[in-house]
Structures are given as C-alpha cells and as structure tokens.
T-cell receptor
C-alpha cells in the first residue's frame, strides 16, 4: 500500500500562503496524487489532483517534483474558512489510503 | 445537480445489533466506495463497488458487507455491532472504476452504545 506522511498540524494567519507537504515514497508509476479538505462532521471535499510538475486551479496549486516521492499543496492567501484538515491521497493498488491528515488552523 | 446523499444522518444502536446505511451516488456515477472514519483519524477504506460488483475491499471483518443496486445506489451493512464501530461512515462516488477523484457524501454518524 502506498503510505502517505504529512505534518499533523500547522498554524497560519489570514492572508498568508500555506504550503503543506506530503511524502509518498512508495508511489506507483500510474498513481495520481489527490488532495482533499475536510471540515468537522462533513465528508472530504476534492481540492486538486496531479501527476507531475505543477497543477493550479481556482483554489490551490499542487507541486510535484520529478521523483514524485512528495507533493506540496499550496493555498494562497488563506482565510479563517480554510481552517480544516487536509489529506493527500495516493491510491496504491486500488486501495485508497488516507493518512491522518494535516490540521490547519488559520488565525485572525 | 444533487451531490452524494447518505441516510440516515445519525444513528444510535446498541452492541450486537445490525445496521444498514444507504448511499445514492451523483447521477451518472457508477462507482461507490465506503469509508469508516473514527474521530481523529483519516477515512479508512472499506469497500468499492463498480457496476454492482465488489472491486476492492479494505481490512475489515466479515461483519461488514455491502451491495450496489442497478440504479448504482448502495447499502453498507454491519452485523453484531461493537463499540469500536462507532464512527462517521462516508460514501464516495466517482464516474468509473478509478477511484482517484472521489466525491464524498456528508456521512452517517453511527454511535454504538
């Protein structure tokens, strides 16, 4: 199984850029990297997905180095509403494995 | 368009009882996956169904079973409930067999007393 490792928690302030890194040393050749956001008592919400290099959408950017053993989710100019748990997911042998996620707290 | 729906929202059962949770995927999605999320942990994969067939199974005991219906909705059944089964049960759907991009429902909060 592809295992992911993320920091347990991070703190930031409104307006700052936040970068959350996930390591996935055993990623398979055909695996994509997907990031989700989860608020308490809700289901995870898809943020962004990538395979290599850089992907950007209206809410985030995803940076993936050439060896694909890690990825970095970048949230520009966070607000209080970005306080949530963020998960990176690598599918791995058709068994999607979520780690414990990164609890991001954004302070005023 | 409606997202993934799950019922019931909350459920309280006692040890040894049986429970059935229901999920309706996004219209057009043929794959449904079930996850268990214990407080403070990430979602743990239980099952994936695609075109009414089981396509993946996580490390859960046989007390857990599921099925998918011709309209692609799904049920998760848990028998002989244990206290440790208390969790948020999440259903996710996606268009095909590939589970890379999943759309999650709000979950069913199961409490076992």
């Amino acid at each position: 199984l592809a295992k992911t490792t993320q920091p347990i928690s991070m703190d930031s302030y409104e307006g700052q850029e936040v970068n959350i890194t996930c390591s996935h040393n055993n990623i398979a050749t055909n695996d994509y990297i997907t990031w989700y956001q989860q608020f308490p008592s809700q289901g995870p919400r898809f943020i962004i997905q990538g395979y290599k290099t850089k992907v950007t959408n209206e809410v985030a950017s995803l940076f993936i180095p050439a060896d694909r053993k890690s990825s970095t989710l970048s949230l520009p100019r966070v607000s209080l509403s970005d306080t949530a748990v963020y998960y990176c997911l690598v599918k791995g042998s058709y068994i999607p494995t979520f780690g414990r996620g990164t609890s991001l707290i954004v302070h005023p | 368009d409606a997202g993934v729906t799950q019922s019931p929202t909350h459920l309280i059962k006692t040890r040894g009882q049986h429970v059935t949770l229901r999920c309706s995927p996004i219209s057009g999605h043929k794959s449904v996956s079930w996850y268990q999320q214990v407080l403070g942990q990430g979602p743990q994969f239980i099952f994936q169904y695609y075109e009414k067939e089981e396509r993946g199974r996580g490390n859960f005991p046989d007390r857990f079973s599921a099925r998918q219906f011709p309209n692609y909705s799904s049920e998760l059944n848990v028998n002989a409930l244990l206290l440790g089964d208390s969790a948020l049960y999440l259903c996710a759907s996606n268009t095909g067999y590939d589970t890379d991009t999943q759309y999650f429902g709000p979950g069913t909060r199961l409490t076992v007393l």
